[in-house]
């Protein structure tokens, strides 16, 4: 499809390219490792989408770059450091402005049913509450716990591995021990423990 390529050329090409001079990751990745996951985010998003028939073409077409965008955001662009993501958030703003204002292109997602983005902190559930929970088992909602929660599900539709990288304390195993929980009976979670100690061959 000419869109595909037309958006290839304008964003992933490019953001690959600003990661590379501009940016650092915590954990060093493959640029063809990034494109994989990429191309598994963006057939688990978009795939199912069908134009509305009341809903032009173009407008259509532009909700689905908006989709390619956030892809790209997330695979490309989910590996590099807090201080590089500005590099990338100029390069996103300055080629196409089409997010908010306020923040960086990593705090918004898209909602479904306005087409259009808006922030993280719109997904965080109202109401929080610890009741009938044990501590460990306590994760007080964030932008990083609602995105976690919402990338790592969609990723798991994949059926590829997910690899969870954060600062310590940010909520990544007890996310990931929620998600695991919700899987259907077709999946088995199994949890290792590790610590200082452990070795490879101990696993």
Partial sequence: MQYLKDWTAKYLHKVITVKRTSCNEKVKTSEIACIKHFCNLFDVLVSDFKKKEEQAMSDFMFYIEKWFVFCIIWSIGATVDADSRKAIDDFLRDTEPMFPHADTVFE???????????????????????????????????????RYRTLISAILNTDVGVLVLGESGVGKTVIVDQILKTLDANKIAFTINFSAGTTSNGV
């Fill in 108 to 146: 918004h997602h898209i909602n479904t049913e306005k087409t259009d983005w808006e922030s993280w902190t719109n997904k965080i559930p109202p109401g929080f509450s610890a009741k009938g929970k044990e501590f460990h088992e306590i994760i007080v909602p964030t932008i990083d716990t609602v």
